[in-house]
């Protein structure tokens, strides 16, 4: 078949590069525009547009969807993968089979802009991948295939973005073999939930909660946008933690022995801080940091 890729983060190469080497033909690259980046703030090119471009792969990158009119009328069907745009029906009806969606969760659970995020917020031990037929409703259209992925304890959003970047070739590929066959996608069944954008309230440390909460969050927001909190009024982020057992610490007290830097938090329960990146500095393991901050005992997060 003829395809169109639109898609614009790295989690979309693994199927990228299955898809090249497949005996589908990659036609057209559609991305978001280029973006400042940097201190420079120089113009960059998505994760995606670098993939095609260094491919010879022709590059669009609409301001509005109806900039594809004319561009995507000829292929078969377009793959999206985190385009990050909602597009209008009388665009998605142009391909020949429509758009298909590379989705980070087992659909109908955590529709919506940040799904694996959200499943490790919530918890979650197993999740995995969806490819739907795109329509207006955001995440809602039928099934062609999913595939199931178990979440480890210590995956925090990059390693779970990765793993589930992993699934998506078979997943693409099983659903373009149907397409192919004519064979049609099942609707969505079960209990619907959401999976909203996360933004950098969300990913405030509370102290207040429980540590297993805590821990969620610190697995769910790492490294985008970043579990924070602050110390001494400067922005402060912690990237992994661990559960622990001391009921003698107040909640955002940090108590450090000379190895570990444990912090109270609500119910009477503790985590221990593995790595962090203080205000103005790379990621360093918390002990390293304790040791640079001098902590004298008495001393809490903000």
């Known amino acids: 078949m003829h395809i169109g890729v639109a898609a614009t983060p790295d989690v979309a190469i693994p199927t990228l590069d299955w898809l090249i080497s497949s005996e589908h033909k990659v036609d057209l690259v559609i991305t978001q525009p280029d973006k400042p980046a940097g201190r420079g703030r120089v113009l960059k090119q998505s994760f995606v547009g670098e993939w095609a471009t260094s491919r010879d792969i022709p590059v669009i990158k609409p301001v509005t969807s109806d900039e ?64 739907f037929q795109l329509e207006k409703g955001m995440d809602t259209g039928p099934i062609y295939s999913q595939r199931t992925v178990l979440i480890d304890p210590k995956w925090r959003s990059v390693e779970l973005l990765h793993a589930l970047a992993q699934e998506g070739p078979v997943a693409v590929a099983e659903a373009l073999t149907m397409i192919s066959k004519g064979d049609l996608p099942r609707a969505q069944q079960g209990q619907a939930s959401l999976a909203p954008k996360i933004s950098k309230h969300d990913a405030h440390l509370d102290f207040s909660n429980d540590a297993k909460t805590l821990v969620n969050a610190i697995r769910a927001f790492t490294y985008e946008p970043g579990a924070w909190c602050t110390w001494k009024e400067e922005p402060f982020k912690i990237t992994s933690a661990v559960v622990v057992e001391d009921e003698s610490v107040q909640p955002a007290e940090i108590v450090f022995d000379g190895q570990k830097v444990i912090v109270g938090c ?11 990146v203080p205000a103005g500095k790379k990621e360093m393991s918390a002990a390293d940091w304790a040791r640079g901050a001098r902590l004298q005992g008495g001393d809490s997060f903000d």
């Open 68 to 131: 594809l009119i004319g561009k995507i009328n000829d292929l078969d069907c377009v793959v999206t993968i985190g385009y990050g745009v909602l597009l209008p029906q009388h665009i998605l009806d142009l391909p020949k089979f429509g758009f298909i969606n590379l989705h980070f969760s087992l659909l109908p659970a955590y529709r919506g802009a940040a799904p694996a995020q959200r499943a490790l917020q919530n918890g979650e031990v197993t999740t995995g991948v969806s490819v």
């Open 266 to 276: 609500g119910n009477k329960s503790t985590i221990q801080l593995l790595t962090v």
